[in-house]
């Protein structure tokens, strides 16, 4: 997954901060819940952008949906510009 941390996400026109708890932290939960997550099974990871890109988790972080949901759950916005063109 690739996954935008820019403030563009969190605008008063797209719901505020609720947007990123409700609708992209509840995109990503409802994905984990819809695939077998373990070591032999599905893997995801996930790369964080905003002004700059970097490695929220790999594929091999987490064991199991559970685990991976308390991690999307402590994730939290960085804000910055939405920034598509730099890696």
Known sequence: MILDHSTSIVTPER??????DVSVKGFL???ID???IGPT????GIVGFSSSAWLQFGF???NNSRTMTEAVELMDIVGGETNIAQV
């Open 60 to 62: 091999y972080a987490y």
């Open 41 to 44: 099974l599905t893997r995801l």
């Open 29 to 31: 939960k409802q994905l």
């Open 34 to 36: 819809a695939f077998p």
């Open 15 to 20: 719901g505020g901060y609720d947007n990123w």
